[in-house]
Every structure is written in C-alpha cells, then in structure tokens.
C-alpha cells in the first residue's frame, strides 16, 4: 500500500511540476503575443505573391508609406510616454521620433515575413494555389474558355 501512495505522490509532484513549467513559459510568451500574432498574419495569411506585385510594381508603396506616416502621427497623439521621451538603444528620443521607429521596424518585419514566405521556406503551410478560381456573385466559378 506504501507503494501506491508513493507512485501517486510522485506523480502528483510530476504534475505539479508540469503545471509550473507550462505557467512559466506562458508568463515569458504573452508579452510577446501581439508581435508573435502580427509575425503569424504576415506570414501564412497573406499571398505574398500578389502583394509584392502590387507593392512594388503598381505602386502601392505609397499607400504603405502613408499609412506609416498616419500610424506614427495617431499614435503618438493618442499614446505619448508617460516621461515624454522613449528610450531606444540607449538613446532618448522624442514621442514622434520614438513611434516612427516603432513603425518602421513593424514594417521591416513585415516585409521580412514576406520574403520569408516568398523564399519557399513555409513549404505547404502556404498554398494560394486555389485563390485564383474566385466564384462570381451566384456561386458559379468563373467559365474557362
């Protein structure tokens, strides 16, 4: 009967020393799950295939350069330090300077997940080979002829 209790304390202590472990590595990672979660959408969701063309060939540069310039000018309206300053590598630099490197290392990662994905190095985790047969407004896909 010793046995038994000591098999199932042993195992309660391997349970327990699970339970710690998985609490552990869950308060390391949810800090990071915003960026975690931004690096995931750029990589699997978007076909990086049309995008590039879009981005660099029909101009839609642009576009993106503006939307960072409005980010950066938003966000640093609506949430500026609370010491006036952000520190950046040792430096201290003002809100506007602070969101528009914020904004732009997003977008590097951004751009960085693309060409990751345009590499071939996800594989088969990315397919867009079906997203060309677009269904019109009944259902029907589109006649070939």
């Not at 969701?45 to 350069?65: E, F």
């Not at 309206?77 to 609370?82: E, G, L, T």
């Not at 997940?113 to 080979?129: A, I, N």
Request: glycine share 8%; charged share 10%.
């Amino acid at each position: 009967m010793d046995a038994v209790i000591e098999l199932l304390q042993s195992l309660l202590n391997v349970v327990s020393s699970l339970l710690a472990v998985v609490m552990a590595l869950v308060r390391v990672i949810l800090p990071w799950l915003p960026l975690l979660a931004w690096i995931a959408y750029w990589s699997l969701c978007v076909n990086w295939a049309k995008a590039h063309d879009i981005i660099w060939r029909r101009g839609g540069i642009i576009g993106v350069l503006l939307l960072m310039f409005v980010t950066v000018i938003v966000w640093g309206s609506v949430a500026p330090p609370q010491d006036g300053v952000h520190t950046l590598f040792g430096l201290n630099v003002s809100n506007y300077v602070g969101k528009f490197v914020y904004t732009t290392m997003l977008t590097c990662i951004v751009f960085l997940c693309g060409s990751v994905q345009m590499s071939g190095t996800f594989g088969s985790l990315v397919d867009f080979s079906n997203e060309d047969q677009v269904a019109d407004d009944h259902g029907h896909a589109p006649q070939t002829h």
